[in-house]
């Protein structure tokens, strides 16, 4: 069975790093791409970008490049989102999903994981 | 990059009812590449429709879809209870830079 399973709840305060993860199982993992999607209180869904696991391969979406890191370390079937410096706007859930390119619809969705970035 | 809107933003129904929702992309989208997505409130969005028509495993057959281009719809005919949610419509024809539709609430009148 193909799971994503993310980390925890993260309260953190503007100006903080921050690193979550999605650990995957029930599958091989470099053969498939892992993408990050956010969704801001009470808003729709936006893709941030995706990352290859099998050669690190990672692509952004513009109004993400330069805001956040993807990767992936292949050894313990993880994908990570990062944040070097957090702002108040970045508070909201971040769910990774599966994909392949050539077929980008997302049926492997983690169960979210709620960052909040308040003072 | 492809901006898709959706509408209408909100639509009340009864159950029973039939439910067109309809997405509308900038540019046209490369081939079927085109999916909606059902979300409940707390939890992640599930995948209803890939390949603009085809519908996903264990999906009722209630929920279809067709569309090209640059012009998608998503019907559901006879609304059930467990359909009032909120929708997006996803492209993924210029891969791996996807693109969402900002949603459609569907709500119970």
């Known amino acids: 069975e193909v799971q994503l399973v993310q980390s925890g709840a993260e309260l953190k305060k503007p100006g903080e790093s921050l690193k979550i993860s999605c650990k995957a199982s029930g599958y091989n993992f470099i053969t498939y791409w892992i993408g990050w999607v956010r969704q801001m209180p009470g808003k729709g869904l936006e893709w941030m970008g995706a990352v290859q696991p099998g050669n690190s391969d990672t692509r952004y979406s513009p109004s993400f490049q330069g805001q956040v890191t993807i990767s992936a370390d292949r050894s313990i079937s993880t994908a990570y989102l990062q944040w070097n410096s957090l702002r108040a706007s970045d508070t909201g859930i971040y769910y990774c999903?599966?994909?392949?390119?050539?077929?980008?619809?997302?049926?492997?969705w983690g169960q979210g994981s709620l960052v909040t970035v308040s003072s | 990059e492809i901006v898709l809107t959706q509408s209408p933003g909100t639509l009340s129904l009864s159950p029973g009812e039939r439910a067109t929702l309809s997405c509308r992309a900038s540019?046209?989208?490369?081939?079927?590449?085109f999916a909606w997505y059902q979300q409940k409130p707390g939890r992640a969005p599930r995948l209803l429709i890939y390949d603009a028509s085809s519908r996903a495993t264990g999906i009722p057959d209630r929920f279809s879809a067709s569309g090209s281009g640059t012009d998608f719809t998503l019907t559901i005919t006879r609304l059930e209870p467990e359909d009032f949610a909120v929708y997006y419509c996803q492209q993924y024809g210029s891969s791996p830079a996807y693109s969402f539709g900002q949603g459609t609430k569907l709500e119970m009148k």
């Open positions: 540019q046209s989208v490369r081939g079927t590449s």
């Open positions: 999903v599966r994909f392949q390119i050539a077929v980008g619809w997302l049926k492997y």
